[in-house]
């Protein structure tokens, strides 16, 4: 539990969000052999023909036999908008407690929390043993998992979700604006800037933090 100085917490999504033009899957996909179907994969869970289970299980295909230890490497070329350790540092001082919820793989929250000062991470995780990944999802996790993980987060701090807020850009996002009190659309599809409360363009995460100070000044 934190102390009263935290009034509230805040929740960033990371594909398309905080990874721009593209998503962390299809960016190690790069690296796996099988980019271009996944890119097809991914836009298809955008326009509802596929679900979140089936494009999971599809990318998981491609990181047999990998090591574990071998993706932070990669994962160190991730595109990633500007502002991310200026925004984290803000959350923290302004009292709101930063968090990832992500459909992105549990190895890309990892590394985003460790490299950037996030509270948490929660998403989806691929199977692993004795070191390399097999090939098979270990943890689905969709868009209502991420709402879910999200609200427990704020729970466990002693959170209402009344003062919450979410960025985020897309789809998977939309369960998790619903349920928070302020929702960010940031570079976002036309369906999440329509369930958004505010909407924020542009190439520097800290266009958000207007929105986001307007909120605490009201939580306090």
């Known amino acids: 539990m934190f102390s009263s100085d935290h009034v509230g917490a805040v929740f960033f999504d990371v594909d398309g969000t905080l990874v721009p033009g593209t998503s962390s899957s299809v960016f190690l996909a790069g690296f796996l052999g099988h980019r271009d179907e996944l890119a097809k ?22 990181w047999a036999g990998v090591p574990e230890e071998q993706v932070s490497g990669w994962l160190d070329g991730l595109p990633l908008v500007s502002g991310i350790t200026e925004t984290v540092a803000w959350s923290w001082q302004s009292g709101l407690v930063p968090v990832l919820v992500t459909l992105a793989w549990s190895p890309v929250g990892s590394y985003l929390t460790d490299r950037f000062g996030f509270h948490a991470f ?14 098979r999802v ?68 800290r266009g958000v933090l207007p929105v986001l100070s307007r909120m605490v000044t009201a939580t306090r």
């Open 138 to 205: 270990a943890r689905h996790f969709d868009e209502y998992d991420k709402r879910e993980c999200a609200l427990t987060h704020a729970w466990e701090l002693g959170l209402a979700p009344r003062s919450c807020a979410a960025v985020g850009d897309s789809r998977s996002d939309l369960p998790l604006f619903a349920s928070v009190r302020l929702s960010v659309a940031f570079n976002a599809s036309a369906d999440a800037r329509a369930a958004a409360a505010v909407t924020v363009d542009g190439g520097d995460l």
């Open 122 to 135: 929660s998403g989806p995780q691929l199977e692993a043993t004795d070191g390399r990944f097999t090939g």
């Open 41 to 62: 994969a991914e836009d298809a869970y955008a326009s509802g023909d596929l679900d979140n289970r089936q494009v999971s299980e599809l990318d998981a295909k491609g």
